[in-house]
């Protein structure tokens, strides 16, 4: 018999039921909730009567819509459909009794940076949430994925999932990285490999040296971003790092409750003769500091590339990379690192943990902004205290930069953190679509180091010139 | 959930690839806390110009394709955003069926959930969809759920395939949670079993 890989350890045990042609029901041990994607799933749940079946499991945080600025918990700060938006989570959080850290709780922060933070996301567990990062909390060894409001109604309501399994799929990093090469570089690096739909239909675990030597921050890192490579979820197998991050968080178990989990989470990691349906395999030594020049995730180079052609691509591509080069305002052949920005942005669930503002701010130390606004926008307010801390405020502040509160911020523009049409914005967060941070507003993604350097210079950057 | 089994309407082309959902629905318009009414913003940033005016060259503002009940679009159609406002806005514009070479995951997920067919079709015949939507309202399309069927304007068939718990739920409108809490009893099971093995959950 082959052997198990760690998402198969993990479906079967949550599978609830399993029906002939494979359409499963599936448990879910976490289900995160947030103000935008939920509205509906509760209204659905009273408009059929129906209760939370597990609200113990539930937890819900504000952070797509909040304002990042001071004075926020005046619900005036925000425009009239955000504050509907807010008012409703927190009448919905009460009246169904979910756990909830609204925006005045120095808890509050970006979903997928609260869960971790507060122990609530384990090894070995399920967790859902209506956000397509939800694939961060993989890094714990969780199946985590996002989904959509009918399923967060389904998870209300059930406690379960339908579900069809994915296909295995392993993305090795061997060997070491480079100075100056962080987790985002492996993550874009990955997507520009696979491109955006090469884990469709998958389910990824991440593995080998450069991934085990990653932070658990850097592990978040790396897995928030395996849905813009098309993949169901990402993981990476717990070990004594992920044990260390989660023993003593407030939601983690304790005593006897403590040393049974670790028991089982020892275990989950893939066979040595476990099957792969497909297998990537990148040298960790050959993944250099990359930006994105596109307005898809896949549109990934090192900076110390040029500007690709439309030529340069085949098929559809041809067409989508001649719309890009136009809405970017880019010309083939320039050079990525004369490419002049006039916005940073550092934050969001990918890039908005200590360890990304620690690397931001080695970088900015004694230096000042050459941009005409940048930004941090701290994970969760726990982070932006810890950011205060260890003095990575005053660094940022110092240098010119805004230091927020708590939320999504111009990662998805929603809130009044945007650009303005035409702005160009070196950004640590995930998506460079069209119009993510602002109708007309370009972006370029990359590592807070990067961002960092590119604050400094006012152009694109390779960091390894500023170390 | 409204039924699909057979629909028969004007396939509007999008041949670009990657089509994401903040292309199909802007976040701006996530604030509501409503399902309805997002048609009139379906691909908002790519129909209206900043000052609301119609742009003439884009596909739905096309005399010919402002009826269209389905679309054929380029690879990795609904990349991105999980926000099921995607699925809303095409369905609240009258979009009940679309049809690529592939999908993102969720998006798919989420048009069962709101009676929209996602079909999945090799190149060639998405080539060949592709060639005839672009004949605007000359060329309807039936889509016929039942015998997994697309029978072009003319006449030349093509047969897809589709995941049958999805099809016989399409096809009945049925509605997932009503189906899960038929299985209450597995679930109750479930549960006192993992408070022994997983205590800690």
Partial sequence: MTGKTLYDKIWDAHLVHEAEDGTSLLYIDRHLVHEVTSPQAFEGLRMTGRKVRAPEKTIAVPDHNVPTTQGRENPDQMPEESRIQVAALDKNALDFGIHYYPVTDIRQGIVHIVGPEQGWTLPGMTVVCGDSHTATHGAFGALAHGIGTSEVEHVLATQTLIQKKSKNMKVEITGKLAPGVTAKDITLSVIGHTGTAGGTGYVIEYCGEAIRDLSMEGRMTVCNMAIEGGARAGLIAPDEKTFAYVQGRPHAPKGAQWEAALAWWKTLYSDDDAHWDKVVTIRGEDIAPVVTWGTSPEDVLPITAAVPAPEDFKGGKVDAAKRSLDYMGLTPGMALKDIEIDTVFIGSCTNGRIEDLRAAAEILKGKKIAVKRAMVVPGSGLVRAQAEEEGLADIFREAGFEWRLAGCSMCLAMNPDQLQPGERCAATSNRNFEGRQGRGGRTHLMSPAMAAAAAVTGRLTDVRDLM | ?201
Wanted: hydrophobic content about 40%.
């Fill in chain 2, 1 to 201: 959930m409204e039924k699909f089994t057979k629909l028969s309407g004007i396939a509007a082309p999008m041949p670009l690839v990657n089509i994401d959902t903040d292309m199909i629905i802007p976040k701006q318009f996530l604030k509501t806390i409503q399902r309805s009414g997002l048609g009139k913003n379906l691909f908002d940033e790519m129909r209206y110009t900043q000052d609301g005016q119609e742009i003439p060259d884009f596909v739905l503002n096309k005399p010919q394709y402002r009826n269209a009940q389905i679309i054929v679009a380029g690879d990795n159609f609904g990349c991105g955003s999980s926000r099921e406002h995607a699925p809303w806005a095409l369905l609240d514009f009258g979009i009940r069926c679309v049809i690529s070479t592939s999908f993102a995951d969720i998006f798919f997920n989420n048009c069962f959930k709101n009676g929209i067919l996602p079909i999945v079709l090799p190149q060639e015949d998405v080539d060949k969809l592709m060639d005839d939507a672009q004949r605007g309202a000359n060329a309807v399309i039936t889509v016929d759920l039942e015998n997994q069927t697309i029978t072009g304007p003319d006449g030349g068939s093509i047969s897809f395939e589709v995941d049958p718990f999805r099809k016989h739920c399409l096809l009945n409108g049925l509605d997932d949670i009503g189906l899960t809490l038929e299985k209450a009893a597995a679930i109750d099971t479930f549960e006192t079993q993992a408070a022994q093995s997983r205590p800690w959950v």
